[in-house]
């Protein structure tokens, strides 16, 4: 589980890159988070690259700084995937009766969020079809409707509802985005950056994922991040999950009623983020204040920043100095970051940019990351101290490492302009990536989620095949896992292998290297795809190489037996060790592996009239042959009958264990110990037989 900055604490200066909208609690969702434009009377924010950056008196791009919050900045409910007006009605019937009604008269509105309900199947009163939502979004799209041509791309691209076409998913995909919509703005600047359909240009994914990003950048100046969870269900088998979410929050507000300090600040960050309960910054308030009460100065922190924004509290300058002081006395980073605040705008003292820096520094010095990009932005523009874009590149950075999306952003915006540093077009694009991937549809991954735990494949798969076209890694890998295990059905079993291994690709293009096994094994084993031993075996060797235990076995094993690769059984032996030392798991499988590896050596050594060289040979030492088979020897037509024998029994026993090293994890020890021992009894019998 990550997390995005719990909520910004700076002021709105200096060196806003946009102007902060204020929004009330009810207000109506922007429009132009769905790229309507102005036909629906929204006002779109402009794209990054009309009219350049926004700059200062000196010519520079602005950087963004965290500030605090209002109660009038509480985020409006709004789905990802439809209209509110056609969503939030308690009556899902008569919600579903009225969207038909208007899709009937033709209203693009209607049509998309109807598509999207037959696509998700987030609807208990109509059934999942593809099709229909193709044929829904096909009329939207005729209209010129940004959305719905969101929605032909998605169904070009993935081959639901339609025959796939890439490249009418990418025409689709790019008048969705010039119209304004984030997705596809998404998907569109994935595309360029990996020449999915297209040529690679660092550029066009630039400029796209920075619209994202200045999106995400003032959705986290207004609204604060929001928890996102990242889960890859292919290790959840192999794992504890642990309590679940309520008993977890159950067992805090217990402990909290009980007088412990640390539960009752834990309890109210809950209810002040939102996590596991419905946000409510009255009840988090009174968590906080039972914590101080108890010498809690994370607690304080939080408190000092709520009395000075008003949030949950009457607004109140002393009393957010006084608990801001407190938190900074016992050396809270939190504290400091807020007296800083208080400094640099004077609230509650005098104005004094030295000393809001002196603070900003001892927050950061404590590994804060709001301090570290406070502390960036005071070096950026000179405040407090001498301006140096390279130590506010340093502090931005710091805080980026830390998943600060604000820091990311600037630093983004430093790599893109080029100052302070080199202009690099490939790391602004990462880390613009990195901030678009960090906004309101990250909601996706954990719906999805929380579908694939109720049980819910097909539509499970269908958000995740959505996430993974905006270029989402961890929902590549989760739609190629649902696919190619066989758990959903909305594509034939063909079609499942084949989408399968197009998503594990593009996982591995992003440095998955569990992707890089599966994109092997479909070459080896001939699923979705013709068989090609030496595309199997790259992808192996490139999760061997970047430390994939599963890589390395199979590497070995090809190695060993000239699959795709010239036959070496010292460098096979080489990656059966590494497997075995960078996997605990792998140790049992791989000692199977080593004594099959060794036989095989001694035996060809032994044809060649080389027994005991072969028997003493260091590097492919594992264990005393002789100890086993004594002093059996052959020769002629007996060691040619001893020596056909062996090598089928071999092959019989190594795609045995193959089989069991196919598993995820190397966890199935009884397997892999009822396979050796098989295999030698057995080895043991013909060995005797065929003297």
Not at 38 to 50: I, M, N, R, T
Not at 200 to 208: I, T
Not at 386 to 395: E, G, I, L
């Amino acid at each position: 589980q990550q997390r995005q900055q719990q909520r910004p604490y700076a002021p709105e200066g200096p060196g806003q890159v946009h102007e902060v909208r204020q929004k009330g609690v009810g207000a109506e969702p922007d429009e132009a988070e769905y790229g309507d434009g102005e036909e629906d009377g929204s006002v779109p924010l402009p794209p990054a690259d009309e009219g350049g950056d926004v700059e200062d008196e000196d010519g520079r791009p602005t950087m963004s700084q965290s500030r605090e919050l209002g109660a009038a900045d509480i985020l409006p409910t709004s789905s990802l995937l439809g209209f509110p007006e056609y969503l939030s009605g308690e009556d899902e019937f008569e919600n579903l009766k009225k969207l038909n009604e208007d899709a009937d008269q033709g209203n693009a509105r209607a049509l998309y969020t109807l598509a999207n309900l037959y696509l998700t199947g987030n609807s208990s009163a109509l059934t999942q079809n593809v099709t229909r939502a193709f044929e829904l979004f096909q009329a939207g799209a005729a209209q010129g409707h940004a959305p719905s041509q969101w929605g032909m791309a998605f169904c070009y691209a993935t081959g639901l509802g339609v025959n796939a076409s890439q490249a009418k998913a990418l025409i689709y995909y790019t008048f969705s985005a010039l119209g304004g919509h984030p997705q596809a703005q998404m998907s569109l600047a994935y595309r360029h950056m990996s020449g999915l359909a297209t040529d690679v240009s660092c550029e066009m994914a630039l400029s796209f994922y920075r619209k994202v990003a200045d999106r995400v950048e003032e959705d986290v100046q207004v609204f604060g991040g929001q928890m996102y969870e990242r889960t890859r269900i292919s290790d959840e088998s192999h794992s504890s999950r642990g309590l679940p979410q309520e008993d977890v929050i159950q067992y805090y507000m217990d402990s909290a009623d009980r007088g412990d300090a640390h539960a009752q600040f834990t309890v109210g960050s809950f209810f002040h983020e939102g996590h596991g309960v419905e946000q409510n910054y009255d009840r988090a308030v009174a968590y906080f204040q039972e914590a101080a009460r108890n010498n809690h100065p994370e607690a304080m922190a939080y408190l000092g920043n709520m009395y000075a924004s008003g949030l949950g509290v009457a607004q109140n300058n002393e009393s957010a100095l006084s608990y801001l002081q407190k938190s900074a006395k016992a050396n809270n980073a939190a504290g400091y970051n807020g007296l800083g605040l208080l400094y640099l705008r004077g609230q509650g003292v005098k104005k004094d940019v030295q000393q809001a820096f002196k603070h900003f520094d001892k927050a950061a010095s404590l590994g804060f990351s709001d301090g570290q990009l406070n502390l960036g932005t005071m070096y950026y523009n000179g405040l407090g101290t001498a301006r140096d874009y390279r130590r506010a590149m340093q502090f931005f950075t710091l805080a980026s490492q830390q998943g600060h999306v604000l820091a990311m952003y600037n630093l983004a915006l430093m790599h893109a302009t080029g100052l302070g540093t080199v202009r690099d077009c490939k790391v602004a694009t990462r880390l613009f990536k990195n901030v678009a991937e960090r906004g309101r549809w990250t909601q996706l991954l954990m719906d999805a989620h929380s579908l694939y735990q109720f049980d819910e494949p097909n539509r499970a798969v269908l958000l995740y095949l959505i996430a993974a076209e905006m270029g989402y890694e961890v929902a590549q890998h989760n739609a190629a896992h649902l696919l190619d295990n066989g758990e959903t059905d909305i594509v034939s079993v063909n079609g499942s292998l084949v989408r399968g291994l197009l998503n594990w690709k593009r996982a591995a293009a992003q440095g998955n290297a569990y992707a890089h096994v599966k994109v092997g094994d479909h070459y080896y084993y001939g699923t979705g795809v013709s068989t090609d031993l030496g595309v199997a075996a790259h992808e192996y060797r490139a999760a061997a190489d970047a430390g994939n235990a599963q890589g390395m076995f199979n590497l070995a094993y090809m190695q060993e037996h000239g699959l795709g690769l010239p036959r070496d059984l010292h460098l096979a032996k080489r990656h059966y060790d590494m497997a075995a030392s960078s996997h605990e798991e792998a140790k049992v499988p791989v000692a199977l592996a080593l004594g099959v590896l060794k036989l095989k050596f001694w035996l060809e050594s032994w044809q060649a009239g080389d027994a005991a060289s072969a028997a003493h040979n260091e590097d492919m030492e594992f264990f005393s042959w002789n100890s086993l088979f004594g002093s059996a020897t052959g020769s002629g037509s007996t060691g040619a009958a001893i020596w056909s024998t062996v090598e089928n029994l071999m092959r019989t026993a190594e795609e045995a264990v193959r089989g069991v090293l196919e598993l995820e994890y190397f966890d199935d020890v009884v397997l892999a110990l009822l396979t050796g021992a098989f295999f030698i009894v057995l080895l043991a019998r013909q060995l005797v037989q065929a003297q």
